[in-house]
C-alpha cells in the first residue's frame, strides 16, 4: 500500500498552487507541496528531501533522524560482527 | 538512491536477523506454535516477498499478511459500480494503474477500454483533474483509492477543484480508514496475533497516536515502520523485544517520516472534504463501520455517486474464493483451494491475486520456490 | 509528325520518365492507390530516402545470388517483426531505427550475419510527408550503421483513424556462418548468462515520451544494432544461447531460456545493469527494471570457462560498456528463474502478466 519514494525538491514551479519539481535520482516531476509548506514561503524547501506519493509531498524526511536509524542500523551490525569473531577465535570446548 | 540505498544494504541484515533468531528462541515458541505477527500493509507485504525475507526468518515465527492492500480490499460490488461509471458515454474514467485489471463480475476496467470506455491510467490525482481541465465538455470521473495516505492528494485536488471551478471533475471515492478496520481485525474470532508491523505511509498522515488502543485495551505490541528491508526487519526486531520483554507499546520505527501528531494539513484536508460513511463493504472482511469515506455534503459537486447513480449491489465473493480469511491471515495463501490452479496472477478469482502488493499474488510470484520447508511441504 | 511535334512528345515523354515527387504535404488516399501519386511518394521517398544499390524498384521482389549469399555461410536465418510505437519520435531514436535494428538483432542473435531488409509500411491518411521522410532517413542511417540493405518494399494508406500514424513491418535475412550453434535449448548447468548493459533504457524512455505521467528525465532508447559485437563474440567464444531483450524485459528472455533448456537460473541482483535515473523511474512508479522493454540489450549464454573472454570483448564494444555476469545456470529447478536478493533468500523472477501499469500500492 501507498508506493512513496524520496525525492529531493530542486524548484519552486508555482507559488500560488505551491507546487515544486522534485528530482528523483534524475527524474523530475511537478508534485505539490502543500502537506509540507511551513506557511507561504515555498523557499525553505529548496534542497529539502520529502517522500513523493502520487504527485504529492507528503511529508519531509528528517535527515537527523535517518542518521540515527542508519547508525542503530550500523551499530547492530558491528555487535554481529563482533559476536562473530567471538565464536570464530572462541576457545572449543 | 538517498535514504533507499542505506536501508537496502544486505550487510546490515545479518546483524538483525541474527538478533532476531536469538529473540525467537527466547520466547519458547516453535514452527508448530509459532509468534504471529502481521503487517498490515501490503507494502510490507511486497517487501518482504521482493527481497526474499521471509525465508530468512526462523520458523517460529510467522508473518501473517493483513489487509492493508486498497486494491485487494475493494468488494465486487465497487468494481462494477466503477464499471458502470466507466461505460458512461461523455465519461473519461481515471484510474491508478493498480485498479484496471481488478474483476468485477462483469469484467475488468482494461476489458470495458477494449470495449470503448474511455479509461486513462493516472499517476496523481493532480493529473486527473488536468484531464478535467483539457476536456470541459466531458466528465472525468477519477477512481480514488487508498487509505489515509492517498486521501490527503484526493482532498486537495477537490479543494483545488473546487477552487478553480472545475465542475466536469468528480471523484468516485473508495478512500478507507485503518484504525476501524484495525479495531474489527482486533474483534473477530479465532485470528491469534502477537503484534503489528504498522503502516508507514499512512502513519506519516495519521501520526503515532491513533494506534494507542492496540496496545492500551488489546495489549498487542505494535510499531511503525518503514518500507525498506532493512527497516522492516528492525521493526520486527523491536517488535520481538517488546513480546519478549512483556511490553505492549506503539513504537515508531520510521521516526525519519513519521512524527506522533501525524501531518497537520494533510489532516485538515482530509477533514475538509470527507466523512466517515455509516459502514464500507470490504471484500473479504464484509462491512466495517466507518471504515470508508464519502466526500462530505458541502463538495457533493464532486461526488460522481450523487451525480450518476450506481447500481450499488453487493456482490459476494465467487464461492470457490478464500480471499477474506487470507485476508484475515485465518489461512495461507497456498491453503486456499484455488490458488495457482483457478486462480493465477493471469486469471485471478480473487482480488488477493490480482494486485502484485495482493498476498496470493505475492506468494505466486515470488514464494513458491520460497527454500522455507513451510511452503514446500503443502502443496 | 512535324519537328514542332517532335519536340513536343520529347518534353511530354521526358516528364514521363522524370522520378516522381510528392507534392503534398500529408499522405493521402492516393498515395496508396497504386496510380501515380503513389509511383511518387514511391519514387521521392521510399526509394529517395533509402535507396543504395540494392534497391531495384522495376521489380516486385529483391534478387539474391545464392553464390554470394553461400560465401557467408551454410544457414539462412530469416526474421520478420512490426513495429508500433508511439510517439514515433523519443529521446535517442524513433521508430524507423526501431525497425531497423530490432530485426537485425533478432537474425544476430542467432549467430547469422544479417544481409538483407524488407520494408513494409502502413500509413495513416493524413500522416506528415516529413515525418515520414525523416522516419525513413533514420532507417537509412540505421541500416548503414548496421551493415545491411533495405532491398524490397511495399506501402498501403489508410484511411484516417484506421491506424496510429504509422506502422514497419521489416523482414530480415542473415546467413549463419558454419559451426555457429546457438540454441534455446543450449544452456547447460553451470553455464553463465551475461548481459550487455543497463536494463529497460528503451521503456523507461517511451513511458517518460508518452508525457501521460508528466515526468522529465534525460533517458533515451537503447535502441541500437548488435550485429557487430555479437559476431565478435561467436568467433571467439562458445556462445550457447543469445536471445535479445525487447518487450518483457530481461525477465521474460530468462524466463524463456530456462524453460526451453529445462535449467533453473539464479540472478544476482547486485550484479543487475540499471541506470540511475531507470532506477528512481521504476522506484517512482512500483515497477521494475527487469520488467522494462530493451532495443539493444543482448542476453549471451556461455560456458563458465568463456566468461572472462565474452566480457572483455562485449565490453571493448561501443553498445556493450556495461556488460556485466548477471545469472548462473544450475540443474535444480529446471525452468524456474530465482533472484538472489542479497539478504540470503531467493525469490522467483516472474514473466510480467500484462503491461507493465505504474501503480501507486
Known amino acids: ?93 | 538512491m538517498k535514504y533507499v540505498d542505506e536501508f537496502r544494504n544486505p550487510k546490515g541484515g545479518k546483524g538483525i536477523l541474527a538478533d532476531i533468531e536469538r529473540l525467537v528462541a527466547k520466547t519458547g515458541r516453535t514452527a508448530k506454535n509459532p509468534l504471529k505477527v502481521m503487517e498490515i500493509c501490503g507494502g510490507h507485504t511486497h517487501a518482504i516477498f521482493k527481497f526474499g525475507l521471509q525465508s530468512m526468518l526462523p520458523e517460529a515465527l510467522e508473518l501473517v499478511h493483513g489487509p492493508g492492500c486498497p486494491v485487494c480490499v475493494l468488494p465486487v460490488g465497487r468494481v462494477d459500480d466503477a464499471l458502470s461509471l466507466a461505460v458512461r458515454p461523455n465519461v473519461i474514467f481515471a484510474s491508478f494503474g493498480d485498479a484496471i485489471r481488478v474483476p468485477g463480475s462483469k469484467g475488468s476496467l482494461l476489458e470495458a477500454k477494449a470495449e470503448g470506455a474511455d479509461v486513462r491510467t493516472v499517476y496523481s490525482p493532480s493529473d486527473a483533474l488536468e484531464l478535467a481541465r483539457q476536456n470541459p465538455n466531458q466528465k472525468v470521473i477519477f477512481f480514488g483509492l487508498g487509505f489515509e495516505t492517498t486521501v490527503p492528494s484526493t482532498a486537495l485536488t477537490v479543494l483545488e477543484a473546487a477552487r478553480d471551478g472545475v465542475d466536469n471533475f468528480l471523484v468516485f471515492s473508495n478512500h478507507i480508514t485503518i484504525v476501524p478496520t484495525l479495531r474489527a481485525l482486533l474483534d473477530s474470532d479465532g485470528l491469534h496475533l502477537d503484534g503489528f508491523v504498522g503502516p508507514g505511509h499512512v502513519s506519516m498522515v495519521i501520526g503515532v497516536r491513533p494506534y494507542d488502543f492496540v496496545a492500551a485495551e488489546y495489549k498487542k505490541p505494535f510499531v511503525v515502520s518503514g518500507f525498506e528491508p532493512l527497516d522492516v526487519l528492525q521493526s520486527v526486531r523491536m517488535l520481538l523485544a517488546q513480546i519478549v520483554d512483556g511490553r505492549a507499546t506503539v513504537e515508531n520505527q520510521y521516526r525519519r517520516l513519521v512524527k506522533d501528531d501525524g501531518n497537520r494539513v494533510a489532516l485538515e484536508a482530509i477533514q475538509e472534504v470527507f466523512e466517515p460513511r455509516a459502514t464500507f463493504e470490504w471484500r473479504g472482511l464484509g462491512s466495517i463501520e466507518h471504515s470508508g469515506l464519502q466526500l462530505r455534503a458541502a463538495y457533493a459537486r464532486f461526488d460522481a455517486e450523487a451525480h450518476f447513480k450506481v447500481p450499488s449491489v453487493s456482490v459476494p465473493d465467487p464461492g470457490v474464493c478464500e480471499c477474506g480469511d487470507v485476508l484475515k491471515g485465518a489461512i495461507k495463501p497456498w491453503e486456499c483451494k484455488v490458488f495457482g490452479t483457478a486462480c493465477t496472477p493471469e486469471t485471478p478469482i480473487g482480488a488477493c491475486m490480482v494486485s502484485s502488493e495482493g498476498a496470493c499474488a505475492a506468494h505466486y510470484n515470488y514464494g513458491r520456490l520460497n527454500p522455507s520447508s513451510r511452503l514446500r511441504t503443502v502443496s | 509528325m512535324n519537328g514542332d511535334d517532335q519536340r513536343l512528345m520529347q518534353r511530354i515523354e521526358k516528364h514521363r520518365r522524370r522520378l516522381g515527387k510528392v507534392r503534398e504535404s500529408v499522405v493521402v488516399l492516393a498515395h496508396g492507390g497504386g496510380g501515380k501519386a503513389m509511383r511518387d511518394l514511391i519514387d521521392d521517398l521510399v526509394v529517395g530516402e533509402l535507396g543504395g544499390e540494392g534497391l531495384v524498384v522495376d521489380e516486385d521482389q529483391a534478387r539474391f545470388s545464392l553464390g554470394a549469399l553461400a560465401a557467408h555461410g551454410d544457414r539462412l536465418a530469416f526474421t520478420t517483426d512490426t513495429y508500433v510505437v508511439t510517439p514515433l519520435f523519443f529521446p535517442g531514436g524513433d521508430i524507423g531505427k526501431l525497425a531497423v535494428n530490432g530485426t537485425v538483432n533478432d537474425l544476430a542473435v542467432s549467430g547469422a550475419k544479417p544481409l538483407y531488409l524488407s520494408c513494409g509500411l502502413v500509413l495513416e491518411e493524413g500522416l506528415p510527408i516529413e515525418t515520414l521522410r525523416r522516419v525513413l532517413r533514420s532507417m537509412k542511417l540505421a541500416a548503414d550503421e548496421a551493415g545491411v540493405q533495405i532491398v524490397t518494399g511495399d506501402t498501403k494508406v489508410v484511411p484516417r483513424g484506421k491506424a496510429d500514424q504509422l506502422f514497419i513491418n521489416t523482414s530480415g535475412v542473415g546467413v549463419i556462418p558454419k559451426g555457429v550453434e546457438v540454441h534455446a535449448q543450449g544452456l547447460r548447468p553451470d553455464d553463465c548468462v551475461l548481459v550487455n548493459g543497463y536494463l529497460g533504457d528503451h521503456g523507461a524512455a517511451i513511458l517518460v515520451a508518452r508525457g501521460e505521467l508528466k515526468l522529465e528525465s534525460d533517458i533515451a532508447t537503447d535502441s541500437a544494432p548488435l550485429n557487430g559485437m555479437i559476431a565478435e563474440l561467436v568467433k571467439a567464444v562458445e556462445v550457447r544461447a543469445m536471445r535479445d531483450v525487447t518487450r518483457g524485459g530481461l525477465a521474460a528472455v530468462l524466463n524463456e531460456l530456462a524453460l526451453s533448456s529445462e535449467v533453473g537460473m539464479v540472478v544476482d541482483a547486485s550484479a543487475l545493469p540499471v541506470r540511475r535515473e531507470v532506477a528512481g523511474l521504476t522506484e517512482l512508479l512500483g515497477l521494475d527494471p527487469v520488467h522494462l522493454a530493451n532495443e539493444g540489450k543482448v542476453v549471451v549464454v556461455v560456458p563458465a570457462k568463456d566468461v572472462e573472454p565474452a566480457l572483455r570483448i562485449m565490453r571493448a564494444h561501443r553498445y556493450g560498456q556495461e556488460s556485466a555476469l548477471i545469472a548462473r545456470c544450475r540443474a535444480e529447478s529446471p525452468g524456474i528463474v530465482t533472484l538472489d536478493t542479497g539478504f540470503g533468500g531467493e525469490r522467483i523472477l516472474e514473466m510480467l502478466v500484462g503491461e507493465p501499469l505504474p501503480r501507486i500500492c
Open chain 1, 1 to 93: 500500500m501507498c508506493l512513496g519514494i524520496p525525492g529531493q525538491v530542486v524548484e519552486i514551479s508555482d507559488r500560488e498552487k505551491k507546487l515544486g519539481i522534485v528530482d528523483i535520482s534524475g527524474v523530475k516531476r511537478q508534485v505539490n507541496l502543500a502537506c509540507v509548506a511551513q506557511g507561504e514561503d515555498l523557499s525553505p524547501l529548496l534542497g529539502q528531501w520529502v517522500l513523493v506519493h502520487v504527485g504529492f509531498a507528503m511529508n519531509v524526511i528528517d535527515p537527523e533522524e535517518a542518521a540515527r536509524t542508519i547508525e542503530l542500523l550500523r551499530e547492530l551490525g558491528e555487535a554481529q560482527a563482533e559476536l562473530e569473531s567471538m565464536q570464530k577465535s572462541g576457545a572449543r570446548p
